[in-house]
């Protein structure tokens, strides 16, 4: 059985940084397209980043967070990791990451097998 575990979400100033990473066990991780996405307090889902796998490693990223954020992956440490830079109060959210693209829209999370339980990401002005 997949599963995801993330870690790194925290309170910040605007502007400062935090680094997310996502532990995954139980699956073929190099073999995954991997995703975050976020859920802003009363709004519904949103795409984030995603990345391929199985060595392609193109990634993708919500316009939001271009230039901002960044995302990567240690196949050999099965761990995903979101880099994020200028925090703004906007990207205030719950960040979870999603492993496994199975069909669909692939900036949903429901395109995606898995997903973990989220971590808190509070950015105050």
């Known amino acids: 059985q997949v599963r995801l575990v993330e870690s790194g979400g925290g309170s910040v100033q605007t502007g400062e940084s935090l680094r997310l990473s996502c532990a995954v066990s139980?699956?073929?991780?190099?073999?995954?397209?991997m995703a975050w996405f976020r859920q802003p307090p009363g709004k519904p889902h949103e795409h984030v980043a995603r990345i391929g796998g199985v060595m392609t490693h193109v990634t993708a990223y919500a316009d939001s967070v271009k230039g901002r954020f960044t995302i990567t992956r240690d196949d050999a440490a099965n761990t995903l990791s979101l880099q994020m830079n200028s925090l703004k109060p906007e990207d205030t959210a719950v960040y979870y990451c999603?492993?496994?693209?199975?069909?669909?829209?692939?900036?949903?999370?429901?395109?995606?097998?898995?997903r973990g339980q989220g971590t808190q990401v509070t950015v105050s002005s």
């Open positions: 999603a492993a496994q693209f199975t069909e669909g829209d692939p900036a949903s999370p429901a395109a995606y097998a898995y």
């Open positions: 139980g699956g073929s991780f190099k073999g995954f397209t």
